[in-house]
């Protein structure tokens, strides 16, 4: 039976386990953890289920982290790179007995799959035409031998996108159960020529809350916009970058970690014009770091957390954008989920 928490949790996954943390008193203090010596690559949670995706398959938790048990059937790629789970509340109820109801849980992997599953104890479904893609168009890694990863998922309603480093932008427009590549995005791993077409290397992808056809992704060859569900793209910067945070409320301020390459020279900066121009939002005394970036961006309340490309957790209001090391003990995050925020 899960135990439920009177206070806000985070998780963090990293190299070593995944940490569960509590907020008190605008602290955060450890309160177990789990998953020791385990290489956990990315974690979710729907308030019933937390999944942690690591190197070697997925585990699932039901106790708020306390304790984990194996949850990979049905994987033939067992390299997690990212998971995520939809409330009950997002998912479509069948109307009637021949509807298939919509998949809750996901998981991306390398070399490049998608997996879905309406419950995570009956196992996984490999959607095949991703692979499919993969082997086609010849998706491949600068760092690894294998071809390709999807390292991030987004969704809006039915509609749901999926970022593939070195192969481009995936779409989904019934629930996640099947995908195709956007229109904008051809899948060949090289540079595009038409202005309106994304860059292929993709790090991960954000879709306002304002409309499913507003898609927003960090890539290796800048941040692309598109208002038209990836038809067409607008490149906003052509710095790399590998994580983008947009508000809500505004489409037009956006926070940016972009750099000079991979982990070299990296920054924070904001924009609230779309855009068309970026200010520093950190610390000029710190930046760039030379030998770090952004990974990835976290809303967390009235704040805003930061995952470093060398695992080192920071965390600002998002009144101010004044930068802080959070669970300055905690080494090597990769990616954190919270609850009950």
């Not at 505004?250 to 020279?265: K, Q, Y």
Request: net charge negative; hydrophobic share 40%; glycine share 10%.
């Amino acid at each position: 039976m899960q135990t439920r928490s009177q206070q806000p949790l985070l998780f963090a996954a990293t190299d070593h386990g995944v940490a569960v943390f509590e907020r008190r008193d605008r602290r955060w203090v450890q309160i177990h953890g789990g998953l020791d010596r385990h290489h956990v690559t990315s974690v979710a949670t729907d308030g019933h289920d937390v999944l942690a995706g690591t190197r070697d398959g997925a585990y699932r938790s039901t106790d708020l982290g306390a304790s984990w048990w194996p949850a990979g059937e049905g994987l033939i790629e067992r390299h997690v790179r990212w998971v995520a789970l939809r409330a009950s509340a997002e998912r479509r109820t069948p109307t009637d007995a021949t509807s298939e109801a919509m998949p809750g849980a996901f998981i991306g992997t390398e070399p490049a799959a998608i997996y879905v599953a309406e419950d995570v104890q009956q196992g996984w479904r490999r959607c095949d035409e991703v692979p499919e893609l993969r082997d086609r168009l010849g998706w491949y890694l600068p760092y690894s031998p294998e071809a390709g990863c999807v390292r991030g998922l987004a969704f809006h309603g039915d509609r749901g996108y999926a970022a593939v480093e070195q192969g481009g932008l995936l779409r989904s427009d019934d629930g996640g159960k099947h995908w195709q590549l956007v229109a904008g995005s051809d899948g060949v791993p090289r540079t595009p020529t038409d202005p309106t077409m994304i860059h292929p290397d993709v790090h991960s992808v954000v879709v306002h809350p304002s409309s499913p056809d507003r898609v927003i992704a960090p890539t290796g060859g800048g941040l692309y916009v598109s208002a038209d569900g990836g038809a067409h793209w607008r490149r906003l910067t052509d710095r790399y970058c590998r994580a983008v945070w947009v508000d809500a409320d505004d489409a037009d301020h956006m926070v940016l970690g972009p750099a000079a390459g991979v982990a070299r020279d990296g920054r924070i900066e904001q924009s609230h014009d779309g855009g068309k121009t970026w200010q520093p939002a950190m610390d000029e005394c710190d930046a760039p770091w030379p030998h770090r970036m952004v990974e990835r961006f976290y809303e967390i309340g009235d704040e805003l957390m930061a995952v470093l490309s060398d695992g080192e957790l920071i965390t600002a209001p998002l009144s101010t954008l004044r930068w802080h090391v959070v669970l300055p003990a905690v080494q090597d995050v990769n990616a954190i989920a919270t609850l009950g925020i």
